[in-house]
């Protein structure tokens, strides 16, 4: 059922200085009550009335993700188109969804962004993000201005998973918060010789990987005598008569037994490799970069993503999201790959990720390598350092929401978070159970809903943060108009004229990165000048300000070609030198890979005085 949604004024007219306080609020509360006064099409709300109602309180499995995006894109069919880009290891077909306006040009005429998530099986709220962002897309058209003009304008790819069977398998399968990570390709951790032999054990069946605990006569640990389900370290301060305390539990790991008696737990379950250490820029074998696979692109669904990826070179922006730990991040992944971020790109990637923190409480802007870890043939800096895209990851979710104040809880906070919030719904009570080697042990504790994830009730708010700072990214792909053109003779028979041409761009980003300029990625922008009775002479680049001419088209010069095309918010002036009679027409036309192109007339004729 739709919400109501108050717009408050930013302004408030000056008169109301002149006025009584109680003359202000009775002039606030009318201007408050205008937007319902004036329909319900005049503003937006907080639930947008979809053709396809979703709950977003709510976690989905992987056929439910897969149904949601059919639905939607069936209900929009002017708007989305869902397709299969491959297969995964175990066979389940791989989609993507074209959000675009064909009434406004073909989705490759538009400056993309690319969405994706749940590329690591256990971090599932990434694809409710991804399908809320689909979905308030498609409601949000011709209904919310800033979708309508981002939709109008660009193209939006959306794969929903990226790792379909890791997804599948964290569903239908015990698992604990961080499990299963990777792919479902049997994968030899251990080098033994054999594959998957030695996985976790959910010993009580209660559908979850938790704790398990040995019986010790110098145990770490006691049952709390207030609490069965809690365990209390033991002090090993002696006592006045010089006797150290002992308790009669200590950890024994992660629930499970050794299944392939190497004298090791769980060191060898389902997959084992890493898919976001599986992409080209900068990977290194398994033995420097472990989970990364035998070669780059080695996995099926990498290359359905890649293979989709390449084909659309008109993508500029891109988001992957993860979990856990609220971050926004970029690259590089390693200190040693920092020269392909130049000063002009992190500007514009921290002016971004800097809004960003301002949408997403508890969110940072971090970068890879620097801020969390090392990571070699991560997806982002694929992105970022092989196609010279803007890219950034977004860890989903931040415990420091727990508290509403910043902090991340401690253990004690944590179990009352988890008691008296969410009602112990995601805490497995504490059980004996026989185990072939320890005995009687103690399972239970945290479920693998208990971290990592937002409860459902939070959902919503992490899906619509992330949604609109997504938007706010991609709103801030290149956006190029024509400034001024001017003509101006140069010899007194009016036959040689000069042609300062302004591109300008309207937005942070640039139509082309300096990481695409550096390496040649892709193809340069283009201005190219042509007319009936025009002969081009020359063709030089300069900026705006500046007098001095900086590059010239020395071999076509009816074609400028911009390898670092035009720098967000800012402009460049092309000259070109030309042969022609005044009343003469010539047509502009400028291309532009990752922005929309441009085209005018103008004609040649004496600047007005």
């Known amino acids: 059922m739709a919400k109501c949604f108050m717009r408050v004024p930013t302004r408030i007219p000056i008169r109301t200085a002149l006025l009584t306080n109680v003359a202000r609020v009775s002039l606030l509360l009318a201007s408050l009550a205008t937007p319902f006064l004036a ?20 976690f989905y499995d992987e056929p439910e993700i897969v149904d949601l995006c059919r639905k939607l894109c069936a209900a929009y069919p002017e708007l989305a188109s869902m397709e299969e880009i491959g297969k995964s290891v175990q066979g389940r077909p791989m989609y993507a969804i074209t959000i675009n306006n064909p009434k406004t040009g073909p989705d490759s005429s538009k400056p993309a962004m690319y969405i994706d998530g749940n590329i690591h099986g256990n971090e599932i709220q990434a694809a409710e993000v991804v399908v809320y962002t689909l979905w308030y897309l498609l409601a949000g058209y011709g209904k919310v201005d800033a979708i309508t003009e981002l939709v109008d304008r660009s193209a939006i790819y959306l794969v929903p998973l990226a790792n379909p069977d890791g997804r599948a398998y964290w569903f239908s399968h015990p698992n604990s918060p961080n499990s299963s990570r990777g792919g479902q390709k049997p994968t030899d951790e251990d080098r033994d010789g054999l594959v998957d032999e030695d996985g976790p054990d959910d010993l009580d069946g209660d559908g979850s990987i938790t704790m398990m605990w040995r019986r010790d006569p110098n145990g770490t640990h006691k049952r709390s005598e207030l609490d069965p389900n809690l365990m209390e370290p033991v002090s090993r301060e002696p006592l006045p008569d010089g006797t ?16 392939d008696g190497d004298g090791q737990t769980n060191e060898d379950g389902p997959g084992g490799y890493d898919p976001n250490r599986n992409w080209p820029a900068d990977w290194q074998p398994d033995h420097v970069q ?19 990826i390449l084909k659309r070179p008109n993508i500029i922006a891109a988001q992957a999201y993860h979990n856990a730990g609220g971050m926004i991040l970029r690259g590089p992944g390693a ?4 020269s392909a971020y130049s000063p002009r790109d992190v ?18 802007n971090m970068v890879i390598w620097r801020d969390l870890y090392s990571v070699r043939g991560g997806f982002v800096n694929w992105l970022s350092e092989s196609l010279g895209a803007m890219a950034f990851t977004n860890e989903l979710w931040s415990d420091k929401r727990i508290l509403q104040n910043g902090n991340d809880p401690s253990p004690e906070e944590m179990r009352r978070w988890r008691e008296r919030v969410l009602l112990d719904q995601v805490t497995s009570p504490l059980k004996e159970v026989a185990h072939p080697v320890y005995g009687t042990v103690l399972v239970g504790g945290g479920t693998k809903y208990s971290s990592r994830i937002p409860p459902p009730f939070l959902l919503e708010e992490e899906c619509h943060r992330n949604f609109a700072f997504t938007l706010f990214h991609a709103g801030e792909m290149p956006k190029l108009r024509f400034g001024s053109i001017t003509t101006t003779p140069l010899d007194p028979a009016g036959t040689l004229w000069q042609v300062d041409v302004e591109v300008a761009n309207d937005k942070l980003m640039p139509s082309r990165t300096d990481r695409s300029a550096s390496k040649s990625i892709g193809l340069a922008d283009r201005l190219t000048v042509s007319g009936d009775a025009t002969v081009v002479l020359s063709g030089t680049v300069r900026e705006a300000s500046a007098k001095s001419l900086q590059t010239e088209e020395r071999y076509n010069p009816a074609t400028v070609r911009l390898e670092d095309g035009v720098a967000g918010r800012s402009s460049r002036v092309i000259r070109f030198l030309v042969r022609g009679k005044e009343g003469d027409t010539i047509r502009l036309a400028y291309d532009a890979e990752k922005a929309a192109d441009l085209a005018t007339t103008t004609t040649l004729k004496k600047p007005s005085t």
Do not use: C, T
Not at 291 to 307: D, K, M, N, R, T
Not at 347 to 353: P, Q
């Open 347 to 364: 500007a514009v990637y921290d002016a971004i990720a800097n809004a960003g923190a301002e949408m997403l409480p508890y969110y940072r």
């Open 244 to 259: 150290i305390r002992r308790g009669e539990w200590s950890m024994a790991g992660s629930e499970g037994i050794d299944n």
């Open 290 to 308: 472990n989970g990364a696979g035998e070669y780059p692109l080695s996995l099926p669904e990498s290359q359905a993503v890649a293979g989709f």
């Open 39 to 58: 329909g319900p099409a005049a503003h937006a709300q907080q639930q947008l009335e979809s053709k396809v109602p979703i709950a977003f309180n709510r």
């Open 335 to 338: 200190q040693d790959r920092e």
